[in-house]
């Protein structure tokens, strides 16, 4: 058990709508990470907050947004879902300091569904 | 440009040592990471190493690090139906705080 949490574990959706995936990061973590991973197109990076503010962002769609709260949960909201966006999403946390390994620890993943 | 490379599948008999090798491209990467995903779950560290080093050591598993050839491989010695997974390399670079993750090998297992 890595203590980064993701709810739900599974969902599944139609095409059009729109969803909200969930992640803890382990506690002490200030960094979350959010990644698609689908058969076709390996692990992707979507994009990384650290301590509630974007750090950086990578092959994230305009209809995909995350944000982290204070209490440094985060979220991952997909909109206009399309077939190609059933994946597997995978939330990671760190620490988020400078200067050390920064090791990201996941989370079990959200297995989307769209259909 | 930002790829992490690694051949997409590997199949070994029981017992045998496993070797799953991975080419990065940036110089300036700190630190290098090999990542265990089992089917139906989430990523699992299995072993970092710093790039300052050339070899680190756990148990069954030796990563070695060739820096002037930009070389990452794993080893797993007596390699048993339980290693049987995805198996992920990654970078971190001194630039970003962002890892960049290979495409992953298939690690397959005969008896």
């Known amino acids: 058990d890595s203590g980064v949490t993701q709810t739900p574990k599974h969902l599944i959706t139609a095409t059009g709508q729109r969803v909200t995936l969930r992640c803890s990061p382990r506690s002490g973590d200030l960094s979350v990470y959010w990644y698609q991973q689908s058969l076709d197109q390996g692990l992707q990076f979507l994009i990384q907050?650290?301590?509630?503010?974007?750090?950086a962002k990578g092959n994230i769609l305009e209809r995909f947004s995350a944000q982290q709260f204070p209490d440094l949960h985060s979220e991952l909201n997909l909109s206009s879902l399309e077939l190609g966006d059933s994946a597997l999403y995978f939330c990671a946390s760190s620490s988020g300091r400078e200067g050390g390994t920064d090791t990201q620890y996941f989370g079990p993943g959200t297995r989307l569904t769209v259909l | 440009g930002e790829d992490v490379e690694q051949s997409l599948f590997l199949s070994v008999r029981e017992g045998d040592s496993s070797v799953i090798n991975c080419t990065y491209t940036d110089s300036s990467s700190t630190y290098l990471y090999w990542y265990k995903q089992e089917p139906g779950a989430g990523l699992q560290l299995l072993t970092y190493i710093f790039s300052n080093m050339d070899m680190k050591q756990d148990q069954r598993l030796t990563v070695l690090l060739n820096k002037k050839d930009k070389h990452l491989s794993l080893r797993i010695a007596d390699t048993q139906t339980g290693d049987s997974a995805i198996y992920f390399c990654a970078e971190r670079r001194s630039s970003a705080s962002k890892i960049i993750f290979g495409s992953g090998t298939r690690l397959s297992i005969r008896p």
């Open positions: 907050y650290y301590n509630g503010e974007e750090r």
